[in-house]
């Protein structure tokens, strides 16, 4: 199972991402939408965990870029707040799960596990 993790906040970051490795599973990390877009151009995921507020455009814009490009892969939309307007977008992408964060890395290999 290939895992991407596109959050700005470096530190939350790595921790997620070595969190899944430790645990078997193969995670890659961007910090950008620009960086996510061009590893998702480059490879195959099977779930993208994506942070809402991103410095150069937000998440949505990244899940609406992978539809028009036929990226397939299951979407989990991550968010320091409870907005019905994005997660009814959210959704509307393809989302399967909305994350209220901070979100503990073990909760995310649960669902992650569960999801797949």
């Known amino acids: 199972m290939k895992v991407l993790i596109v959050e700005d ?8 991402t070595k969190y899944l490795n ?12 620009e960086a996510a877009k061009k590893l998702l151009a ?8 994506i942070d809402y507020k991103l410095p150069d455009e937000d ?14 892969a299951r979407k989990i939309l991550m968010s320091r707040f409870e907005d019905e307007t ?13 994350i209220k964060k901070p979100i503990k ?10 999801l797949k």
């Open 42 to 49: 480059a490879e195959t995921f099977d779930f993208v965990v």
């Open 86 to 98: 994005v997660i009814r977008k959210a959704t509307d992408l393809g989302v399967k799960k909305f």
């Open 59 to 72: 998440g949505l814009a990244v899940l609406q870029w992978m539809d028009q490009e036929h990226i397939e």
């Open 9 to 16: 906040d470096i530190v939350f970051c790595k921790l997620l």
């Open 22 to 33: 430790n645990n078997s599973v193969n995670t890659n990390d961007a910090q950008s939408a």
């Open 105 to 114: 890395p073990n909760e995310l290999l649960e669902l992650i596990r569960e």
